[in-house]
C-alpha cells in the first residue's frame, strides 16, 4: 500500500502463506524470521519487519510525504503508534495465529488464542480512545502511519470486531481503503 502511494515501480513476488512458503529455507536465506513482508532495494539490501520497511520507504521518497519532516512533533506522534502496533499487537498476531508455539502442552493453544485476541483489542481500544484519529492518526494529515494501523486493524478479526468496538480506527480504515492509489491494493490482500 505503501508502495501504491508513493508511486514506486515494484516486482511482487508471491510467498504463499496457505502452503506455508515464508518458512522454507528458500525465504529464510532473505528473511531468517520466516514472515512477510520482505522488501529487497534496487542494490540488493534485504529489508525486514514491516515498520522499517515503512520506514524505509519514507526515506527513499521523501517527495510523497508520508511522514512529516524530522523535528516535526506529527512526526513523533505518527511514530509513537507505529511502534505501538509493532512492538504490542503483532506479538499477539503471532500468539493468535500460532498458538501451539507458546506451549509445550497443546491443550493450551486454545487459551493462548483467547487470550492474544483479548490483549491485542486492548491495544485497538488504547488506539480508538488516545489516539483518536480524525480521520488520521495526525488529524487531517494523512501519513504512512494511517497505513500500518488501518492493515493491521483487519488482521485478527478486526474487519468483525473493530466497526462497532473502534469507530474512530475503522473510520481511517475506511479513509485509507478509499484513497485512489491504495483502493486496488486494499480490495486484493485485505479481508473483510
Do not use: K
Given at each position: 500500500?505503501?508502495?501504491?502511494e508513493?508511486?514506486?515501480?515494484?516486482?511482487?513476488?508471491?510467498v504463499?502463506?496457505?502452503?506455508?512458503?515464508?518458512?522454507?529455507?528458500?525465504?529464510?536465506?532473505?528473511?531468517?524470521?520466516?514472515?512477510?513482508?520482505?522488501?529487497?532495494?534496487?542494490?540488493?539490501t534485504?529489508?525486514?519487519?514491516?515498520?522499517?520497511?515503512?520506514?524505509?520507504?519514507?526515506?527513499?521518497h521523501?517527495?510523497a510525504?508520508?511522514?512529516?519532516?524530522?523535528?516535526?512533533?506529527?512526526?513523533s506522534v505518527?511514530?509513537?503508534w507505529?511502534?505501538?502496533?509493532a512492538?504490542e499487537?503483532y506479538?499477539?498476531v503471532?500468539?493468535?495465529?500460532?498458538p501451539?508455539?507458546?506451549?509445550?502442552?497443546?491443550?493450551?493453544?486454545?487459551?493462548i488464542r483467547?487470550?492474544?485476541?483479548?490483549?491485542?483489542?486492548?491495544?485497538?481500544?488504547?488506539?480508538?480512545?488516545?489516539?483518536?484519529?480524525d480521520p488520521?492518526?495526525?488529524?487531517?494529515?494523512?501519513?504512512?502511519?494511517?497505513?500500518?494501523?488501518a492493515?493491521?486493524?483487519?488482521w485478527?478479526k478486526g474487519?468483525e470486531?473493530?466497526?462497532?468496538?473502534?469507530?474512530?480506527?475503522?473510520?481511517?480504515?475506511r479513509?485509507?481503503a478509499?484513497?485512489?492509489?491504495?483502493?486496488?491494493?486494499?480490495?486484493?490482500?485485505v479481508?473483510?
Open positions: 500500500m505503501a508502495l501504491a508513493i508511486g514506486a515501480a515494484v516486482e511482487l513476488r508471491p504463499p502463506l496457505a502452503s506455508d512458503a515464508q518458512l522454507e529455507a528458500e525465504y529464510r536465506q532473505l528473511n531468517p524470521m520466516g514472515r512477510i513482508p520482505t522488501l529487497i532495494l534496487p542494490d540488493g534485504v529489508v525486514t519487519e514491516s515498520l522499517a520497511i515503512l520506514l524505509t520507504l519514507v526515506d527513499r521523501p517527495e510525504g508520508l511522514l512529516p519532516p524530522s523535528g516535526d512533533p506529527a512526526r505518527a511514530l509513537r507505529m511502534a505501538l502496533v512492538g499487537f506479538p499477539h503471532t500468539r493468535f495465529d500460532y501451539e508455539r507458546f506451549s509445550a502442552d497443546p491443550a493450551h493453544a486454545g487459551a483467547a487470550r492474544a485476541m483479548e490483549m491485542g483489542r486492548d491495544i485497538w481500544r488504547l488506539i480508538e480512545r488516545e489516539c483518536a484519529p488520521f492518526v495526525l488529524g487531517a494529515r494523512f501519513s504512512v502511519a494511517d497505513i500500518y494501523l492493515a493491521l486493524s483487519r485478527m474487519a470486531w473493530i466497526p462497532a468496538e473502534c469507530p474512530r480506527v475503522e473510520a481511517m480504515a479513509a485509507v478509499s484513497r485512489p492509489r491504495i483502493a486496488p491494493v486494499w480490495s486484493r490482500h479481508p473483510g
